[in-house]
């Protein structure tokens, strides 16, 4: 009896271990299920909002914030065969190095801000990685159009399209009307509107330049007015131009009141009275000289603050900045034949009676001799201005028989 109890006792006592394993088993058990739905929900979740985001920022369907409109083109995302954009209805593989080095449409969206950024790039590379045939940027600063085009385009007239490249600053809404066969045809450059005697002359020789070294073939700049035009043949003035070690920008010092008159002392000590120049607005400049001119800001602005429409900051800005830093790299005159003997606000104006055989002579004869790489030569003006519209047959008649073209 008293064994039986003991082993009853034991039992009892052995009982309620058991009964609180299977109870604490249950409840991990319960956790772990709850647990796992928990994760499960959670990850459903932020999968949710994960697609959600994802949808919204890297979506193919084209919307404000497609993942291709924000990287990439388009076309990329297609064969080799579509990597191209439409350009006036042409495709244009904008990928190729053509593209790159000429800019075959001159059409553009760019900012003068972006436009001259861009212009200023210089490749550190000597060599480069195509032929290159230096060129000569023919660039018409017009306000509408131009009376002596037809000129121009006997002097372009079978020449070698490799060795120059033509550009048209005309005002905001005038489109120049050629046939698709004229060398002026799609030339415009996206242009503002200019004031005479004011620094939007110099924003548009600036856009010209800027424009025309996006060539990376354009080595020599001249600019060019709608009343200019050449007074020798274009291998004349080509052989010229390619063979000077110099550029041609009039810069001199003027005391009269229309030169250091027009100096403003706020412009100290940047620029000082000593250094003031003036100078043609027309000029011809070499590629090194035009980065330089296109990419300044600082002394730019300075005019801009300073040299007002009573100042004609087209006469001395480049002659100024030229003569302060690259002097040494400048001939110092004009190739361009001016007739300022009326003593004017503006030169004489050629018209119809004076177009004669002996007048071309005397636009080529004018000067005895000037510098040329540091030799005398008489061969001084290739250019001359200002011609009236009424002049355009006579000279057209002349071309074969003095002009050579």
Not at 71 to 83: C, V
Request: hydrophobic content about 40%.
């Amino acid at each position: 009896m008293v064994r039986n109890r003991e082993k009853e006792e034991s039992e009892s006592r052995l009982i309620p271990p058991v009964s609180i394993s299977v109870a604490d088993s249950t409840s991990i058990s319960l956790i772990k299920v709850i647990s796992t739905l928990i994760i499960f929900v959670l990850g459903i979740v932020i999968g949710l909002v994960s697609s959600f985001h994802l949808r919204k920022y890297f979506t193919f369907e084209g919307d404000q914030f497609s993942f291709k409109s924000i990287y990439f083109e388009t076309e990329q995302f297609s064969s080799h065969d579509n990597e191209m954009m439409l350009v006036n209805g042409e495709r244009d593989d904008c990928l190729s190095m053509d593209r790159f080095l000429r800019q075959g449409n001159l059409i553009h969206q760019m900012t003068d801000k972006e436009l001259f950024w861009r212009a200023s790039l210089v490749p550190q590379k000597e060599e480069f990685p195509f032929r290159r045939v230096p060129k000569v940027a023919f660039m018409f600063l017009t306000r509408g159009p131009l009376p002596m085009l037809p000129l121009w385009e006997r002097f372009f007239s079978g020449q070698d399209v490799e060795k120059y490249s033509i550009y048209v600053h005309a005002l905001p809404g005038f489109e120049l009307q050629v046939s698709n066969s004229s060398v002026f045809y799609r030339r415009q450059i996206p242009s503002q509107h200019v004031q005479w005697g004011s620094v939007s002359l110099v924003d548009a020789e600036k856009r010209l330049l800027a424009n025309a070294l996006l060539d990376f073939s354009n080595e020599r700049f001249v600019l060019i007015s709608e009343s200019c035009i050449p007074i020798y043949n274009f291998s004349t003035i080509y052989s010229y131009l390619m063979g000077s070690e110099h550029s041609f920008v009039e810069s001199y010092d003027d005391p009269s009141r229309y030169g250091r008159g027009r100096y403003s002392r706020w412009m100290k000590p940047d620029i000082r009275l000593a250094e003031w120049r003036k100078g043609s607005q027309w000029f011809e400049i070499r590629r090194n000289l035009a980065v330089r001119v296109v990419a300044d800001s600082k002394y730019y602005l300075l005019f801009k603050k300073y040299c007002k429409p009573s100042c004609y900051p087209d006469e001395h800005y480049i002659p100024t900045y030229l003569r302060k830093f690259y002097g040494a790299l400048n001939a110092n005159r004009t190739i361009t034949y001016v007739d300022w003997s009326q003593m004017g606000p503006h030169p004489a104006t050629f018209v119809a009676a004076n177009i004669t055989v002996g007048f071309i002579h005397s636009l080529r004869n004018n000067v005895t001799q000037c510098s040329y790489n540091s030799r005398n030569t008489s061969l001084c003006h290739l250019f001359a201005r200002k011609f009236d519209p009424s002049s355009l047959e006579p000279l057209l008649n002349l071309t074969s028989q003095v002009l050579g073209f």
